[in-house]
């Protein structure tokens, strides 16, 4: 398994909580993900999809249970030990894009080998570069890119290290419906040919349509959908 | 590790490239450069006014001992490159047409003067020409007096000891003489060649010998050290600007002020690094976060910010140190015409303290901001919402004041002056935050009843509170520094043009004796000279402090204060002086004539440790007269007018031998009067001091300029903050400026509620800097310029107006960008 979860819990203290009544975001969630599986987690807004995504990825900490990720458990690991693990088999793609404003769109590709010192940095992002069909954006700043061209800066830059698996929150939710698709399909073939798992939050039924599997999370609970 | 530093490098010049670090990269430039310019400025005016004082004395640095100076003192100057001239200094009498004189007699060797020349003339009231020898062998050069009192030709003979000499030339003035003010004797030159043959030096003579000094600073001080630790009690090492008290007095002020203003100068810049450094960091928490899901660890990340500040210094400070020194040289040129001497070099020290100033500002100012960014959480890249943890203020805070306190320290040397700025700066922002507290306030107030632009304008401020508050602190802050720095530059100025006026008094009279004191004011009413009026003098020594001997007193007997080793001028009047302060105790009444109470001078009262109601006895002419302490006075040394350090009332010491002083202002065409007063009254002595305020007041022209160009660095830095204030609300005014227009809000509306909204914040800003400017001001006026203050109406309307000016150029300026662009494209890129 790529993904093993065991129970997994979080709460989060109550906001109009002065007495310290906590606030249960998700209810011991149970999953399983193998190799180069891709998964959609829906759900209507606030039933903590962002939130399982969180702690799937090792950004934020369970309040119990335990998530393994490509052999380890998160919960032994201190946040320098979830980062090392992250940079080594994990990659994101955002709702937001997430690309750094002062940075070109080769940059941006490049930053996540530069901080792994990778010599190759700047051919390997050329090359994915070239392969989303921005070869001759390299040098463009996000804001001179359309939403569209922005995410898929975001993708070549989640797929530059070759990561195990692939986390995507909301891909498609800043996008218009012909973009989204033209997003969605380059999201799969990038994970037919690299072997990604793809492990993608969405409220968009195309999108999920086209997972192998697809998890409704409700009230915190994790269901077949 | 330079993995780490090639990936901060490239990303500070990606950053550079997006324009984040320009404010904060100008900021440490103009911090560093300030430092810089100022230290090398001042350092050669410094340097200069040694060189000039070094033309006082015939040398740069002079040693007088009562024994010969020791062949290994003379074998070290030698070996440090020094240049050494020996003369002997004593009194003794000479004999001419059967009449006796005593003189005061300065034998020198073929080197003579290392510095400066020696002017003679041919003719007793002939022209002067300078040279830079002494007499020859057999010959000796007379003061003017002498000639009146002896009855001398040129080419007469004197006799001195057992030896005879051949008068060759009138000494018109010798550099050695202004160090020898107190010397009354009239004034001889000769060779030391023909000392021996006088044999009027015997074992247990009172004999000076003189070894001066001249050359490269480096060598001097070198030597200077090497020396000090050898020179035994009875040894004293002069340096260039012993004694001249005008000018260390002048100096001292110009030194306090351009410290201060190169001080404060550094505090914006930090003010404004620390601004742009925070907008810096929180810019960057969206990176620090997608860097930290990309695997960096928090130690890559404080590295990654770490080196990226690290080479940020080393530009800023690299740059600023060339800036500095280009604008110094540049100011250089153009004072050519105006310093009356080349100004020596400076050296490279003020360039390592700019370079180490600029790290200590950029570390102290930007670090917490920074460290921030190691605390970014990775989830941000989900949740936006998510800030990094804040750092204690006391760190933030402690951090900026603690690299504050050791940087200026470190600058001035002062540390009262430094913990003053500090405690200044530290009140008002204090009082500018409740004060900027009371103003919103009272906008809530007055908001009701506004409507249209200025409804919204006012409406902005109240609502952005905290951020509005900042940049009022911020405007104010600095604006208060400029203000500040221009009043007290404007009082300085005007207080030495006060105290040096076009016709301040050029010449000293001593030696007036009582007889013939009304002859000396016919004739200076006669020639239409104004006199400062005479003053008494009696030579008299401190001898007893309390009762106690003065050698039972000190506990090193070889640490003496000089005024105990010497003569002082005491006299006596009913009024104190114009140019004195009375600082402690009273000054006497009518009641007091007779009676033996003293003023004394505030400085030697510090130095023998008395106080109101002390005794001290004198030794007068062989008498012995106590007197109590009932005064302490300051005296302005560089008022150019006679001053004492002891004053008595009337009829105390009336009845021992005295003699008169006086000084006045004489024209340069009039100078041929002096020697009619000469000739008239043959024993007075002339000092002629118009080549000292000549002197002096090149000075104050250099240090004039030097502080009018230190201001405009505290301006630049002002500028600097508030760049940095505007640019650190202006996220939030472009989110807020679009979204009105989005909303409908027509240009002309835009333009109208942001000219109400930053002429409101200008206004709020200039009355808070105007407020804390006077408070300072009267502070620092009080307590280290000793100036006179009163409350600076005008400013009461220029500053706030100045402050409304200014920002509404610099928010004219970034506001423009967002009114011209459409409200799509606005919104996209906000």
């Known amino acids: 398994m790529v993904i093993s979860v065991n129970n997994l819990t979080k709460q989060v203290p109550a906001l109009d909580s002065s007495s310290g009544t906590m606030l249960d975001i998700l209810k011991g969630v149970n999953l399983e993900i193998k190799p180069a599986e891709t998964i959609a987690i829906v759900g209507a807004s606030g039933s903590g999809k962002s939130t399982l995504l969180g702690l799937l990825a090792g950004l934020d900490q369970a309040s119990s249970g335990e998530v393994i990720l490509a052999g380890q458990s998160l919960n032994k690991m201190d946040e320098d030990g979830r980062a090392a693990l992250r940079g080594e088999k994990v990659g994101f793609v955002f709702q937001s894009f997430q690309l750094l404003a002062g940075l070109t769109a080769l940059e941006n590709v490049m930053l996540p080998l530069e901080l792994q010192s990778k010599s190759s940095a700047r051919d390997d992002a050329v090359a994915l570069l070239t392969r989303v069909g921005l070869a001759e954006r390299l040098q463009h700043y996000p804001k001179q890119l359309s939403g569209g061209e922005q995410q898929r800066v975001a993708i070549a830059r989640a797929f530059v290290t070759a990561p195990t698996i692939l986390f995507a929150d909301e891909p498609t939710g800043n996008l218009d419906k012909v973009t989204s698709k033209n997003i969605i399909d380059l999201l799969f073939e990038m994970n037919r040919e690299k072997k990604t798992t793809l492990v993608i939050v969405t409220h968009d039924e195309n999108l999920a349509q086209k997972c192998e599997r697809c998890l409704l999370l409700e009230n915190g609970v994790l269901n077949n959908d | ?830």
């Open chain 2, 1 to 830: 590790m330079t993995k780490h530093f090639l990936l901060a490098a490239r990303l500070l010049v990606r950053d550079w490239r997006a324009g984040e670090l320009k404010v904060l990269l100008l900021a440490l430039l103009i911090a560093v450069a300030s430092v810089t310019s100022t230290g090398l400025f001042t350092q050669r005016i410094n340097r200069g006014m040694n060189d000039q004082a070094g033309q006082f004395l015939g040398a740069d640095l002079l040693l007088k001992s009562p024994q010969l100076t020791d062949q290994s003192v003379i074998n070290y100057a030698q070996r440090a490159g020094l240049g050494i001239t020996k003369s002997i200094s004593f009194s003794s009498v000479i004999v001419a047409h059967d009449e006796f004189q005593l003189t005061h007699i300065k034998a020198v060797d073929q080197h003579y003067p290392l510095l400066s020349q020696i002017k003679i003339s041919a003719q007793l009231y002939g022209d002067e020409r300078p040279v830079n020898y002494g007499p020859a062998a057999g010959e000796v050069w007379l003061a003017p007096r002498l000639f009146s009192l002896l009855n001398l030709k040129i080419g007469d003979k004197i006799e001195l000891g057992e030896t005879e000499l051949q008068v060759a030339a009138v000494l018109k003035h010798d550099p050695g003489q202004a160090s020898s003010f107190v010397t009354i004797a009239p004034h001889l030159l000769m060779n030391i060649q023909d000392v021996a043959k006088t044999a009027v030096i015997q074992p247990g003579s009172r004999v000076t010998y003189l070894t001066g000094f001249a050359g490269e600073l480096k060598a001097r001080k070198q030597f200077e050290k090497w020396l000090a630790p050898r020179l035994s009690g009875s040894q004293r090492l002069v340096g260039g600007t012993e004694g001249s008290q005008a000018v260390n007095s002048a100096m001292d002020k110009a030194g306090q002020y351009l410290s201060l203003a190169s001080m404060l100068s550094v505090m914006l810049s930090g003010i404004a690094i620390a601004m742009t450094a925070n907008r810096y960091g929180q810019r960057h928490f969206d990176q620090a976060a997608l860097m930290r899901c990309m695997g960096a660890s928090q130690k890559t990340i404080i590295r990654i910010f770490s080196m990226q500040l690290f080479i940020l210094g080393v530009i800023g400070s690299l740059l600023g140190c060339l800036a500095g020194y280009l604008t110094q040289q540049g100011l250089m040129i153009l004072l050519k015409d105006l310093l009356v001497t080349e100004l020596p070099g400076a050296g490279v020290y003020p360039l390592i303290s700019g370079f180490v100033a600029g790290f200590v500002t950029l570390s102290g100012f930007s670090l917490p901001a920074l460290l921030r960014l190691k605390s970014v959480s990775p989830l941000r890249v989900l949740r936006n919402d998510i800030a990094p943890l804040t750092i204690s203020s006391w760190f933030v805070y402690g951090l900026a004041v603690c690299s504050m306190v050791v940087l200026m320290w470190w600058q001035s040397g002062q540390l009262k002056l430094t913990l003053l700025v500090l405690a200044g700066v530290m009140v008002s922002v204090t009082m500018l935050f409740i004060l900027s507290l009371l103003l919103i306030y009272l906008s809530r107030l007055i908001l009701p009843g506004l409507s249209g632009p200025w409804k919204t304008g006012l409406l902005q401020i109240v609502r952005n509170q905290k951020s509005n508050q900042l940049q009022m602190l911020a405007f104010g802050l600095s604006l208060m520094i400029l203000m500040i720095i221009f009043l007290i530059r404007t009082d300085l100025i005007h207080r030495w043009q006060d105290q040096l006026p076009d016709k301040a008094p050029n010449h000293f009279v001593i030696n007036i004796q009582n007889d013939e004191v009304k002859a000396v004011q016919q004739f200076f009413a006669e020639h239409g000279i104004a006199t400062e009026g005479l003053y008494p003098m009696v030579r008299g020594r401190i001898v007893k402090i309390n009762n106690k001997d003065i050698l039972d007193v000190a506990e090193d007997k070889t640490k003496l204060d000089e005024s105990l080793k010497r003569e002082l001028n005491l006299s006596w009047s009913k009024q104190i002086q114009a140019n004195n302060k009375l600082l402690e105790g009273q000054w006497w009444s009518a009641a007091d004539d007779g009676k033996a109470v003293i003023s004394i001078e505030k400085g030697l009262a510090r130095r023998l440790q008395v106080d109101i109601g002390d005794d001290l006895a004198f030794r007068i002419a062989d008498q012995h007269i106590s007197a109590t302490i009932k005064s302490i006075r300051s005296v302005q040394w560089d008022s150019f007018q006679p001053n004492f350090y002891i004053i008595f009332p009337e009829n105390v010491i009336n009845e021992f031998p005295l003699s008169y002083i006086s000084s006045f202002y004489l024209e340069p065409a009039k100078k041929k009067t002096l020697n009619q007063l000469i000739k008239n009254f043959p024993t007075l002595t002339v000092l002629e001091i118009d080549v000292i305020m000549q002197q002096v007041k090149s000075i104050m022209s250099q240090v004039t300029t030097a502080v009018e160009y230190v201001m405009l660095f505290v301006l630049f830095a002002g500028m600097m903050v508030l760049v940095a204030a505007m640019q650190s609300g202006m996220d939030e005014r472009m989110n807020a400026a679009v979204v009105m227009r989005t909303l409908g809000a027509k240009k002309a509306f835009l333009r109208r509620s942001q000219f109400a909204e930053f002429s409101l914040l200008g206004l709020f800003a200039g009355v808070l800097a105007v407020s804390g400017t006077e408070i300072i001001a009267y502070l620092l006026y009080s307590k280290v310029f000793e100036l006179y203050f009163e409350l600076h109406l005008s400013l009461w309307i220029y500053g706030p107006l100045l402050s409304v000016c200014l920002i509404l150029i610099i928010s004219g300026f970034y506001m423009n960008k967002v009114i011209k662009q459409s409200p799509v494209k606005a919104l996209r890129y906000a």
